[in-house]
C-alpha cells in the first residue's frame, strides 16, 4: 500500500520515498505526491532522483491492481532503481497545477449548470469539458462563461473534505455523474467543498481558492445526442 500524500497536500512538489518494486510495468513507491490517472483528469508527470544523481523520467501515473497502489510509467529506455532505493519524487509541477486548476474549474461549471446529470468529461492541459443530460437548447454560451467568470473572480475557498459511506447514501443529490459512481466499502468518501457555490465527491487534486483558476472561454457547447450537451473550457490567454 502506497501512503498518497497528493490527497492531503494537492500542492507538495517534491517528496523522498522508497522503492517497494519496480520495472517496465512501473514502479511502486511506499509514498507519492504523483496523481494516478482517474476521474476524467490525467495521471502526474515527473522525475524520481536516486542517491547517485541519476534521473528516472516517469512519462504517465495510473493505478494499480491494489487499492491504494500507483503504477509510477517510466519513459521507455529509463533506468528501473532497485527495490529499497531512495528517490526524490517531484512531478511537473506546472503541468500539473494547469490541471488542478481546470479539475476545480468543472466543479463550477456543475454549479453553472445546475439539475443536469453529467454523463461524462475529460481534463487536459490547459481545456477540459463536461457532458450533460439536457434537453434541446437550454444551454446559452454567453450566460454559462459570464456566470462561470463571476464565480472564478469570487474567489471561494475550495477545500476536501470527507463523509461516512452512509452519510453518501442518505444524499444522493450530492453525485452529479451518471454513469460513474463515486467508490464506497472503504467507509468514507472524499468531497471537494466550493464555499456556498458546490459541494460532490471527488477524489482529484484542485486549487484552494477558485481566483486561482483565472479567467476561462467557453469554447463551444456541441450536440452529442439527442439530450446529450458537451461543454468545452479554456484557459484565456
Same mark, same amino acid.
Given at each position: 500500500?502506497?501512503?498518497?500524500?497528493?490527497?492531503?497536500?494537492?500542492?507538495?512538489?517534491?517528496?523522498?520515498?522508497?522503492? /517497494? *518494486?519496480?520495472?517496465?510495468? #512501473?514502479?511502486?513507491? %511506499?509514498?507519492? =505526491?504523483?496523481? !494516478?490517472?482517474? &476521474?476524467?483528469?490525467?495521471?502526474?508527470?515527473?522525475?524520481?532522483?536516486?542517491?547517485?544523481?541519476?534521473?528516472?523520467? /516517469? *512519462?504517465?501515473?495510473?493505478? #494499480?491492481?491494489g487499492? %491504494?497502489?500507483? =503504477?509510477?510509467? !517510466?519513459?521507455? &529506455?529509463?533506468?528501473?532503481?532497485?527495490?529499497?532505493?531512495?528517490?526524490?519524487?517531484?512531478?511537473?509541477?506546472?503541468?500539473?497545477?494547469?490541471?488542478?486548476?481546470?479539475?476545480?474549474c468543472?466543479?463550477? =461549471?456543475?454549479?453553472v449548470?445546475?439539475?443536469?446529470?453529467?454523463?461524462?468529461?475529460?481534463?487536459?492541459?490547459?481545456k477540459?469539458?463536461?457532458?450533460?443530460?439536457?434537453?434541446?437548447?437550454?444551454?446559452?454560451?454567453a450566460?454559462?462563461?459570464?456566470?462561470?467568470?463571476?464565480?472564478?473572480?469570487g474567489?471561494?475557498?475550495?477545500?476536501?473534505?470527507?463523509?461516512?459511506?452512509?452519510?453518501?447514501?442518505?444524499?444522493?443529490?450530492l453525485?452529479?455523474?451518471?454513469?460513474?459512481?463515486?467508490?464506497?466499502?472503504?467507509?468514507?468518501?472524499?468531497?471537494?467543498?466550493?464555499?456556498?457555490?458546490?459541494?460532490?465527491p471527488?477524489?482529484?487534486?484542485h486549487?484552494?481558492?477558485?481566483?486561482?483558476?483565472?479567467?476561462?472561454?467557453?469554447?463551444?457547447?456541441?450536440?452529442?445526442?439527442?439530450?446529450?450537451?458537451?461543454?468545452?473550457?479554456?484557459?484565456?490567454?
Amino acid at each position: 500500500m502506497t501512503e498518497l500524500l497528493f490527497r492531503d497536500d494537492a500542492y507538495l512538489r517534491r517528496a523522498e520515498a522508497r522503492i /517497494i *518494486a519496480g520495472s517496465e510495468r #512501473g514502479i511502486v513507491l %511506499d509514498r507519492t =505526491l504523483f496523481y !494516478p490517472q482517474g &476521474g476524467g483528469q490525467p495521471g502526474d508527470s515527473g522525475v524520481l532522483r536516486l542517491a547517485d544523481g541519476r534521473e528516472v523520467v /516517469i *512519462a504517465d501515473t495510473r493505478k #494499480g491492481e491494489g487499492p %491504494d497502489e500507483i =503504477l509510477h510509467i !517510466p519513459a521507455p &529506455g529509463a533506468i528501473l532503481p532497485a527495490a529499497g532505493d531512495l528517490v526524490s519524487a517531484e512531478i511537473d509541477w506546472a503541468r500539473r497545477y494547469r490541471l488542478m486548476r481546470m479539475h476545480t474549474c468543472l466543479h463550477l =461549471l456543475c454549479a453553472v449548470v445546475p439539475n443536469a446529470g453529467v454523463t461524462g468529461g475529460q481534463i487536459a492541459d490547459g481545456k477540459g469539458r463536461l457532458d450533460f443530460d439536457v434537453p434541446g437548447d437550454a444551454l446559452d454560451k454567453a450566460a454559462i462563461a459570464q456566470q462561470l467568470n463571476a464565480l472564478i473572480a469570487g474567489d471561494h475557498e475550495a477545500l476536501p473534505r470527507w463523509i461516512s459511506d452512509e452519510e453518501l447514501a442518505a444524499r444522493p443529490e450530492l453525485v452529479r455523474t451518471m454513469s460513474v459512481k463515486p467508490p464506497s466499502g472503504q467507509g468514507r468518501v472524499r468531497l471537494l467543498d466550493i464555499a456556498g457555490v458546490d459541494l460532490q465527491p471527488c477524489g482529484g487534486t484542485h486549487v484552494r481558492r477558485t481566483g486561482e483558476i483565472g479567467p476561462v472561454d467557453v469554447v463551444k457547447i456541441e450536440n452529442k445526442g439527442r439530450q446529450n450537451r458537451r461543454v468545452v473550457l479554456a484557459f484565456v490567454g
